[in-house]
């Protein structure tokens, strides 16, 4: 079992900048690869960027390459968003998901465990 706590959302100007966080409780955390979903009012839960058990291996999706940047510390059991250079239509709730085969996947449906999420509202 994992337990995932994201925390870090809150209210900025455009062009500002963020960091999330999720903290994860489980003996088998540094087993798990880890992604940031974001969902959108209206819309569908959507892959924002995802990294491998080890770390080595990360992913974005293309509306945030370069502008966002997902880290892990295994001791600590962290996952970090950085998310710079915001823009309004990053609003969404973003949510910290586990992965249990240790590679992270653009598929929602491929999560195992999921956090309550945190509120982002860019504003411009």
């Known amino acids: 079992q994992v337990q995932l706590v994201e925390s870090g959302g809150g209210l900025v100007q455009a062009g500002g900048s963020l960091r999330l966080s999720c903290a994860a409780s489980?003996?088998?955390?540094?087993?798990?690869?880890m992604g940031w979903f974001r969902q959108a009012p209206g819309k569908e839960r959507e892959f924002v960027a995802g990294?491998?058990?080890?770390?080595?291996?990360?992913g974005y999706a293309d509306s945030v390459k370069g502008r966002f940047t997902i880290s892990r510390n295994k001791s600590n059991n962290l996952v970090y968003l950085q998310m710079n250079s915001l823009k309004p239509e990053d609003t969404a709730v973003y949510y910290c998901?586990?992965?249990?085969?240790?590679?992270?996947?653009?598929?929602?449906?491929?999560?195992?465990?999921w956090g309550q999420g945190t509120q982002v509202t860019v504003s411009s």
């Open positions: 990294i491998s058990w080890s770390g080595r291996s990360t």
């Open positions: 489980g003996r088998t955390f540094s087993d798990y690869a």
């Open positions: 998901g586990a992965f249990g085969n240790g590679y992270y996947n653009r598929d929602r449906g491929a999560v195992d465990y």
